[in-house]
C-alpha cells in the first residue's frame, strides 16, 4: 500500500476540503508522500512561477528559441490536406519542446501574448511560403482587436503570398464581439486574399451559433473532447453526427480532432467527414 497525503493550513474554513484537494493533487502529480497548501504558499509558488517564465519567454523571443510544430490534417482517403501550425517553447538547457499549455496563462499576464503570437504567425508564413501547402494558423480574439496587430497580420499574409493556401482557426472557447466591426474587416480582409476561416473545437463549452451566421465560415473543427470515446460512448457519437449533419447542411467542410485509433477513424469516416487530425495519422514535429 503506499500513501500520498494532501494537508491544508492557514486557509479560509470554508474553503479546507478543497484546498487539502489540491494539495492531494499536488502530491500524486509530483510523486510525493505529502504535500502542503496555503493560501500564502500557493501564492507564492505561482508568483515565482510567473515571473520566471517571465524572463524565459522574453529571453527566448530574443534567441528565437519559440519554435513551430506541424500536424498534419488528412482527408478520407489518407492524403494530407493540411498542416496545423502549433507554438513550443524550446528549452536550450533540456532540451526539450514545452507546449504553450505549461505557459500560455503567464505569457498572458506578462503582456507577452502578442508578441508570442506575432512570432509564430511571420515564422509559419515564411515556412509555407517556401512550399504549395495548406497550412493553417490559430488565432484569438486579443489577435484581431488590435487594429495595429490585425492590419499586420494582412501585411504578413500579402508579403508572404500564402492567402489562398492558408486556413484561421478562430478558437471557439473564445468570446468574440460579433458587433465588433474590427472583428468582421479583419475576416473579409483576409478571405479577400483567399483564406479559409475555420471555427476551431466546435462543440466545446456553450458553443455558440452565432458565430455561423455573422461570420464567414468554411470550416468547422469538433471538439476533440467530443471524439476520443465516439467508439464507446453512444451520446458523444449522437452528438457527433448531428454536428457533421447540421455543418453538411450549412455546407461547411468538417474537420474532426484527436483520432487516436482505426476504430475511431473508421466511425468518423461512415459519418461522412471531410478531415481527419490526431495521433493515428501524424504526431506534431517540428518545422524546421
Not at 507546449?99 to 515556412?127: D, G, H, R, T, W
Not at 492567402?163 to 468582421?184: A, F, K, N, P, Q
Amino acid at each position: 500500500m503506499t500513501v500520498k497525503i494532501g494537508i491544508a493550513i492557514n486557509c479560509q474554513c470554508e474553503n479546507i476540503f478543497n484546498d487539502a484537494q489540491k494539495a492531494l493533487k499536488s502530491s500524486i502529480k509530483n510523486n510525493q508522500f505529502i504535500s502542503i497548501y496555503s493560501d500564502k504558499i500557493d501564492t507564492q509558488q505561482q508568483l515565482i512561477k510567473s515571473i520566471n517564465w517571465s524572463k524565459k519567454l522574453k529571453l527566448a523571443l530574443l534567441e528565437h528559441n519559440i519554435k513551430i510544430f506541424g500536424q498534419n490534417l488528412y482527408d478520407a482517403n489518407g492524403n494530407v490536406y493540411s498542416t496545423e501550425v502549433l507554438m513550443r517553447y524550446f528549452d536550450k538547457d533540456t532540451k526539450e519542446y514545452i507546449s504553450p499549455f505549461f505557459f500560455l496563462k503567464y505569457a498572458e499576464k506578462a503582456q507577452l501574448y502578442i508578441k508570442l503570437s506575432m512570432e509564430v504567425i511571420e515564422q509559419s508564413c515564411y515556412y509555407f511560403s517556401k512550399t504549395n501547402r495548406q497550412f493553417s494558423i490559430n488565432l484569438t480574439m486579443n489577435d484581431v482587436i488590435d487594429k495595429a496587430i490585425s492590419s499586420w497580420i494582412i501585411e504578413v499574409i500579402s508579403h508572404y503570398k500564402v492567402g489562398s493556401r492558408l486556413t484561421i482557426e478562430l478558437v471557439e472557447s473564445t468570446d468574440y464581439e460579433l458587433e465588433s466591426d474590427i472583428l468582421l474587416d479583419f475576416l473579409y480582409k483576409v478571405k479577400s486574399l483567399g483564406c479559409k476561416i475555420a471555427i476551431d473545437d466546435f462543440g466545446s463549452g456553450y458553443s455558440n451559433f452565432e458565430y455561423l451566421m455573422h461570420m464567414p465560415i468554411d470550416i468547422i473543427k469538433i471538439d476533440g473532447t467530443l471524439i476520443k470515446n465516439i467508439h464507446k460512448n453512444k451520446k458523444a457519437f449522437e452528438i457527433v453526427k448531428t454536428l457533421i449533419q447540421f455543418c453538411k447542411a450549412m455546407e461547411f467542410k468538417v474537420v474532426v480532432e484527436y483520432v487516436e485509433n482505426i476504430e475511431t477513424f473508421e466511425l468518423l469516416k461512415s459519418l461522412n467527414t471531410d478531415y481527419f487530425q490526431g495521433y493515428y495519422f501524424h504526431k506534431p514535429e517540428l518545422l524546421n
